[in-house]
């Protein structure tokens, strides 16, 4: 047996993961018997998005309280897969759960902060994404979330640009980042740089109705501005 979970953990490890499943599936030992097993298992499931089967794996291995690595790992990785599925509220749990362990880090803040602003917990959600950016500034996810929060909900606009525009600068061509950056000029006050931004975006996306809605949204914006001035 012992054997056969190398090769399954070597298969997972490679990135093969329809053979990894295939040959930890096989196993003698079940995963609910075996945390090892289930927590490999349950690594295989998620990169696969077999997203349920994950969940049941990876709470296996909690219940188990023997290697406090796994713990903290499975406890991320349900955290990614709730918010992935819409389940904020489970999402914001678990990330709660390693928060209160004593987990300091910048994408567990970050991503806290993504499933608050999903429950409308705006102000929680700026306050996560603060703290990511203290562990670590250039964290370009974080900046990105911070600027589109700031633009969205009118915190600070000029602010809202500047994060985002940094957030480009880290990885450029990124079309989410695209995205946040053309809506933070919008709502700036500076329509001809945000469909700039947008139409680049929706080019990189290849047609994301997030970004397409959001362009659709200021190029109705600019037509109605024109037919007021043309009524004054």
Known sequence: ??????????????????????????????PEDNPEIAYYLGLVYSQTEAYDEA???????LLSHQNLFQIFQCRMILGFIYSKTGRFRLAEMEFKHLIDLGVES???????????YAQKKTGECIKYLKKALDLK???????NNLGYVYAEENVDHD??????????????????????LG??????????????????????SKGNREIAEHL?????????????????
């Open 1 to 30: 047996m012992k054997a056969s979970l190398e090769r399954g953990i070597r298969f997972y490890n490679q990135k093969r993961y329809e053979q990894a499943k295939k040959e930890l599936l096989a196993l003698e030992e079940k």
């Open 55 to 61: 969940i049941i794996c990876l709470e296996q291995v």
């Open 106 to 116: 910048p994408q567990v803040y970050a991503s806290m902060g993504y499933a608050l």
């Open 137 to 143: 500034p250039d964290y370009a996810g974080a900046l």
């Open 159 to 180: 602010q809202a640009v500047e994060l985002c525009k940094k957030a480009n600068k880290l990885l450029p061509g990124n079309p989410v980042y695209l995205d946040s």
């Open 183 to 204: 809506w933070a000029y919008f709502k700036a006050g500076r329509p001809v740089d945000a469909k700039a931004y947008l139409r680049k975006a929706l080019e990189l």
């Open 216 to 232: 659709r949204r200021i190029i109705s914006g600019a037509k109605t501005a024109k037919k007021i001035n043309k009524k004054n």
